[in-house]
């Protein structure tokens, strides 16, 4: 695998259920960022680590949880969302504040 | 916050016709970049720039950091069906800032 991957691809959730997207990066960054894209709007950024140590955490309701347990990897853990929060889900990495290089995106949906 | 205009929001043009867009902003960049996005994809990094009057090439796109440093600019000459997508603008502030989005440009092309 090379670059920025994200699993899964597709995820359909109901509001009480309990999931986690997977963001993995294979180019020795040392920063990995979620962001929020919606229709119409622009990419809004969600959290920011920075050596495995959250940096940012631009208001994002407590539903959203993120885990990072190493340079390599990020995690995004979801409960009790709502149907606004259907979206695609983008992982970003990126050397220090560098350019940023993003993963294919998850796209969820939640009924 | 800080807001990227970006411009014009979509285009509909013929195979073989020269694209510009480009994005402004209110206060002023140390860093642009532009990302091209695919249906279903993640934004992948076409051009970056670092250097206000930085004109920079690759392949058939352009893209300059506007000497105010408060725009910047993204020409695609002879465009292919290949094209098609939705290119976005990002700029930072500062060595550590965050980046901030533009809403992206929709290009069609016709063949």
């Known amino acids: 695998e090379t670059g920025v991957t994200q699993t899964p691809r597709h995820l359909v959730m109901g509001m009480t259920n309990k999931k986690s997207l997977k963001c993995e990066q294979h180019l020795g960054h040392n920063a990995m960022y979620w962001y929020k894209q919606s229709a119409k709007k622009p990419l809004e950024l969600m959290f920011v680590y920075s050596l495995e140590e959250r940096v940012e955490n631009n208001s994002v309701p407590s539903r959203f949880s993120p885990e990072c347990p190493n340079s390599s990897h990020l995690f995004l853990h979801l409960h009790t969302l709502q149907p606004e929060d259907s979206a695609l889900y983008l992982c970003?990495?990126?050397?220090?504040?560098?350019?940023?290089?993003f993963g294919p995106g998850t796209r969820l949906t939640v009924l | 916050g800080q807001q990227l205009n970006q411009s014009p929001q979509s285009m509909f043009i013929q195979e073989g016709e020269d694209v510009s867009m480009n994005c402004t902003s209110s206060s002023i960049f140390n860093t642009w970049l532009w990302y091209k996005q695919d249906p279903g994809e993640g934004p992948v990094l076409l051009i970056a720039l670092y250097k206000a009057g930085e004109l920079t090439s690759n392949g058939r796109l352009t893209a300059q950091f506007g000497i105010t440093r408060k725009d910047s600019f993204l020409n695609i000459s002879a465009s292919i069906p290949s094209d098609v997508g939705i290119y976005f603008c990002?700029?930072?502030?500062?060595?550590?800032?965050?980046?901030?989005f533009g809403k992206g440009t929709k290009l069609s092309v016709k063949p």
């Open positions: 990002a700029g930072r502030g500062g060595s550590q800032g965050n980046l901030i």
């Open positions: 970003a990495s990126s050397f220090g504040r560098r350019e940023q290089f």
